[in-house]
């Protein structure tokens, strides 16, 4: 949310049990989600006060409502917008949102969930096996170990914020 908005007007899911420390790890990770389908803003079943993490790279701007993103099948998103591979992950546990350029050497990768190490989402590629943090991008063990993910710029805002200032989305 920006400074102005106040957070009490806005439509987040209601704030999680504190999960410090908790860990939970799927061997082989939770299915993988694939571009999911878009419709324009006009057509988008969302309210205003509904929370979306925004992304506009070379023209082309995208919202991800984050009460669509819920459970580990749909907490990440492997989409393309403008000329980028890109993965929208979002965290309901620690309520973090991010997205990555998801390729290497020219290559797309394809992430999902594979559960959760200490409180932080661990994500997963589909080509190596490799698990990522998700709150820095750093691959954490695996082929890819001691790689990162270029972080995109995003936007985290209410839907009626980013339709008003990115009315082709």
């Known amino acids: 949310c920006s400074a102005q908005d106040d957070p009490s007007d806005v439509n987040i899911a209601p704030l999680p049990e504190d999960r410090t420390g908790y860990t939970y790890i799927k061997p082989g990770g939770f299915q993988i989600n694939y571009n999911r389908e878009f419709v324009p803003a006009n057509k988008a079943e969302l309210g205003a006060k509904d929370i979306v993490i925004g992304v506009n790279l070379d023209g082309?701007?995208?919202?991800?409502?984050?009460n669509?993103?819920?459970g580990p099948v749909n907490e990440v998103v492997n989409d393309h917008v403008g000329k980028s591979n890109i993965t929208v992950a979002w965290c309901s546990v620690d309520y973090s949102g991010v997205v990555y350029h998801r390729e290497f050497e020219g290559r797309p990768y394809h992430f999902g969930v594979m559960g959760m190490d200490n409180g932080v989402m661990v994500l997963y590629d589909r080509q190596t096996g490799s698990r990522w943090n998700q709150l820095v991008g750093k691959a954490v063990s695996g082929q890819m170990e001691g790689e990162r993910l270029r972080t995109l710029p995003s936007t985290l805002t209410s839907w009626e914020q980013w339709r008003e200032s990115h009315p082709e989305t």
């Open 68 to 70: 669509f993103m819920t």
């Open 60 to 66: 082309e701007a995208r919202a991800y409502p984050v």
